[in-house]
């Protein structure tokens, strides 16, 4: 039985973080619900700890909002939130762009594009987890491939609070564009392109701006 041992506190807590925040990105928890850490835990089936540490966590990083001894809840989705982060997300894709482009196999271009086909599948199906998930994969391969570190970390930490609303636009089908974007992408990729690489991505990231008032309207 050496090879069962406890499973780690910190586990415990990046489950729950990681379960309480793609409630709050795919709306299954609505923006104002109070949350409640005796109600989470159980139906995670964890214990109250991890789960308060998760909503520290979820805290700090903008998806909850907590008043000492009175309530936690979920943020509204407020434009100039979304435009910040969308802002430093966009930063940090560039950043990975430039650095990633003279880096890249053929391999890696092939990978973006069957992201790209998976994504313009998922978008003409409406299946917007599917989309997404393909959305990242096509990106992670830029940043991926260029090592940073800080660049990785910031970009996780800052997309959730776009994901929200990034969901609900996929949902009414204003994506399309998206991989008419991504082909351009990966064509300055194929091509070895930087400068052209991270002019898209900037385009791609600007597009984002559009989502504004989807966000006054979702805080109201």
């Known amino acids: 039985m050496e090879a069962i041992r406890p499973v780690r506190r910190t586990l415990l807590r990046d489950r729950a973080y990681e379960a309480i925040r793609d409630a709050i990105v795919a709306g299954e928890i609505e923006p104002g619900a109070v949350v409640r850490d005796a109600e989470l835990a159980e139906r995670l089936g964890l214990s109250r700890a991890p789960v308060r540490e998760a909503f520290s966590r979820l805290v700090d990083e903008g998806l909850l909002e907590s008043k000492p001894q009175s309530y936690t809840r979920v943020t509204p989705v407020v434009a100039s939130d979304v435009r910040d982060a969308a802002a430093v997300v966009g930063a940090m894709h ?77 949902g009414e089908g204003g994506n399309c564009r998206s991989a008419g974007l991504h082909e351009r992408l990966i064509e300055a990729c194929a091509a070895g392109d930087v400068d052209e690489a991270v002019r898209v991505t900037a385009e791609i990231w600007r597009s984002l701006a559009d989502m504004d008032a989807l966000a006054d309207e979702e805080a109201h």
């Open 94 to 170: 560039e950043l990975a762009t430039r650095v990633a482009v003279p880096r890249l196999f053929a391999a890696d271009v092939e990978a973006m594009r069957a992201a790209n086909e998976r994504f313009t599948e998922a978008v003409r199906a409406g299946d917007v987890d599917t989309a997404l998930r393909a959305d990242d994969e096509l990106h992670d391969v830029l940043v991926r491939v260029s090592r940073n570190r800080a660049a990785a970390a910031t970009i996780t930490r800052y997309t959730p609070l776009i994901r929200r609303l990034e969901r609900r636009r996929f």
